[in-house]
C-alpha cells in the first residue's frame, strides 16, 4: 500500500495532495502518516517536499528564471523555492550554483 503511494508521489515529481492519497488508499490521514512513516522513515509530506526539490535539482539549469522555475514545479512564489532550496541545501540557488561553474 505504502510502497504504491510512494510510487505515486515520485510519478508526479511530489505534487500530490497527502490528504488525496490517503482517501485514495481508504486510511485516515492520522493512518496514513503512521504507516508511511514506518515504511520509509519519513512522514509522506517531507516525502513529497524532498522528491518535488529532486526533480527541480534534476531539470534545473544555473541561468534558469528562478520564478518560473518555481511555478513550473508546483511552488508557490520564487521566495517559498528560495526557501525550500535554502532548508535542503543550505544554499540560495545563485550560491549553489557558485558552488560548481
Known sequence: LILHAIQKIKKHNGETKIEKLADEFCLSQKQFNRRFKEYSGFNPKLY???????????NISPNSNLTDTAYSNGYYDQAHFIHEFKSFTGFSPKDFWKLNP
Not at 48 to 58: G, H, L, M, N
Open 48 to 58: 513529497s517536499r524532498i522528491i518535488r526539490f529532486e526533480s527541480v535539482i534534476k
